[in-house]
């Protein structure tokens, strides 16, 4: 049975001869887990899953030990100097955070029965689904009502919070009025 | 076989020549941090339902003081038992803690 000085011991053997299987690990901890003392780490830098898989598969072929993966905690065994530890890796959690409100209007997105859509990525813009056919309906428009300015295409942008034509970059308010003209846009 | 040096190493050599000069004395929990950003070199902790008695004893044993610190956490005020040193030139970081409540309790028990 290990104590904490026998894996303390080990822990420095190990990090002295820095095996080329072993990977960066941001926290060793030498703790008791019921009623057992043991030498475990955690796996650096907190990477995504494909590359955490790729920095531990050197240990596990070496290990030839199957690694436990309860669908959050991955755990991978080792054994040094005749004591066993483990390095493990975190899943990251995938938090998709909605807004109060819709990015284009003031429906709450929280209301029971109000649908929504997030347009992209993390990060992304949400907002309410009468908002999104609206857009859509806008984006189809082809043809630029102001004829000294040709045709445009219209899509509405976040950003300038108004309607950008895909081909010259003007923005307007209301793309069917030439009046509303509010700025050139500054983003390509 | 050696890919890149390891910053806990140190702190890990240490640790084994603390535990063979202190091996008589509460164990405790270690983490060897290798993030600038969190306290280097040795920390040390655990769950004591009096941590009083065993934060003394490793302070004695380093030649420091406890240094003892109120905090509220979740409604509850919560003691700290710090014991904070350079121990063969690397830092050692030893932090107990329970609801101050516990500590009435055990006196009473006392």
Redesign the interface.
């Known amino acids: 049975m290990s104590t904490p000085s026998t894996l303390a011991a080990a822990l420095a053997s190990l990090l002295d001869t820095a095996p080329s299987w072993l990977p960066q690990v941001d926290h060793w901890e030498i703790a008791e887990d019921t009623d057992t003392w043991i030498l475990s780490g955690q796996l650096a830098g907190d990477p995504r899953e494909a590359k955490a898989f790729w920095l531990l598969a050197p240990m596990m072929e070496r290990s030839g030990i199957t690694h436990s993966d309860d669908g959050r905690l991955v755990k991978v065994p080792f054994t040094w100097d005749g004591v066993a530890g483990q390095v493990w890796y975190l899943r990251p959690v995938e938090r998709w955070v909605v807004p109060e409100r819709c990015a284009t209007c003031p429906t709450l997105l929280a209301d029971v029965g109000n649908q929504f859509v997030r347009l992209g990525g993390h990060g992304a813009p949400v907002i309410c689904v009468p908002c999104r056919d609206r857009m859509h309906e806008r984006w189809i428009v082809t043809a630029c009502p102001v004829p000294e300015a040709g045709d445009h295409n219209w899509w509405y942008s976040l950003p300038h919070k108004g309607w950008q034509c895909t081909e010259c970059r003007m923005v307007r308010m209301d793309p069917s009025d030439s009046k509303t003209m509010v700025r050139p846009a500054v983003t390509a | 076989?050696?890919?890149?040096?390891?910053r806990?190493?140190g702190a890990?050599?240490a640790?084994?020549q603390l535990?063979?000069e202190f091996?008589d004395l509460p164990?405790?929990?270690?983490?060897?941090?290798?993030?600038e950003s969190l306290a280097s070199g040795l920390s040390g902790g655990g769950m004591f339902p009096d941590p009083r008695p065993v934060a003394a004893a490793w302070a004695d044993a380093l030649g420091v003081a406890v240094v003892e610190t109120q905090f509220p956490y979740d409604d509850t005020t919560y003691v700290q038992f710090a014991v904070d040193t350079v121990w063969r030139d690397v830092r050692v970081r030893i932090c107990l803690s329970c609801p101050l409540a516990a500590l009435s309790e055990s006196a009473v028990a006392a």
């Open positions: 076989m050696k890919n890149n040096p390891i806990q190493h890990a050599v640790l084994v535990l063979e091996g164990p405790l929990t270690w983490h060897l941090s290798n993030r």
